[in-house]
């Protein structure tokens, strides 16, 4: 099936840093989605991006759509301790892919104070 | 709306026996998906559905069974546990607009133990 590759798998931060992150596909996407997943809690969307080129913010989070449909990329602007958690890339094929998503291995984040 | 409930929260189960996970949207949305994830392996989906009565196969779909005799409802039924079946289940569900923009909400998850 299809794989995403996102990296990097962790990071250790200061508080106050820049975090960046990516994902890349063997295969086409037309959605890519951002989602943030807290110990104990189910997935929770952050930013979803529905055309190739498109740079969508949240706060202190951007998220771009790369050119090729074949990336995406998030970053998080001077991060604080409740940006703890994991984050995850989400690809979504067009067509009658009925909205199934290909999810990559997660990026776990830890701030430290 | 309470969204997207899973229930129960934690089971333990030994290897063979057979249980039923429940998943409930209160958001009328027509597509419904089981997931598990595993350590370092992201989200697997494991089944879906596009609409009531209607089940297919996902990317792992070998030992697990759906039903879907609700709009609202998606079970999950594991007939003979085994322990790599040990794994936290995640359900989702979305809606359809024209085709597009089919963003997903999960569930807070079950945690699955089978010894």
């Known amino acids: 099936g299809q794989q995403l590759n996102q990296s990097p798998q962790s990071m250790f931060i200061q508080e106050g840093e820049d975090v960046s992150m990516n994902c890349t596909s063997s295969?086409?996407?037309?959605?890519w989605l951002w989602y943030k997943q807290e110990p104990g809690e189910g997935p929770v969307l952050l930013i979803a991006?529905?055309?190739?080129?498109e740079l969508t913010s949240n706060g202190r989070l951007t998220a771009q759509f790369g050119i090729t449909r074949k990336d995406s990329f998030l970053n998080i602007s001077a991060s604080i301790p409740s940006d703890v958690g994991i984050y995850f890339c989400?690809?979504?094929?067009?067509?009658?892919?009925?909205?199934?998503?290909?999810f990559g291995q997660g990026t776990i984040l830890t701030v430290h104070p | 709306n309470a969204g997207v409930t899973q229930t129960p929260k934690f089971r333990v189960l030994k290897t063979g026996q057979s249980m039923t996970l429940l998943c409930a949207q209160d958001?009328?949305?027509?597509?419904m998906y089981w997931y598990r994830q595993d350590p370092g392996m992201g989200l697997r989906l494991i089944h879906y559905?596009?609409?009531?009565?209607?089940?297919a196969k996902g990317e792992v779909p070998d030992g697990y069974n759906v039903s879907r005799l609700k709009k609202q409802n998606f079970l999950l039924g594991l007939e003979s546990a085994a322990p790599s079946q040990t794994s936290v289940y995640f359900c989702?569900?979305?809606?359809?607009?024209?085709?597009?923009?089919?963003?997903?909400?999960f569930g807070p998850g079950t945690r699955l133990l089978v010894l």
């Open positions: 989702a569900s979305s809606y359809s607009v024209a085709g597009q923009r089919k963003t997903q909400y």
């Open positions: 559905s596009v609409g009531e009565g209607t089940t």
């Open positions: 958001m009328n949305h027509e597509y």
């Open positions: 295969s086409i996407f037309n959605t």
């Open positions: 991006l529905y055309k190739a080129g």
């Open positions: 989400a690809g979504q094929a067009g067509g009658t892919s009925y909205g199934k998503l290909t």
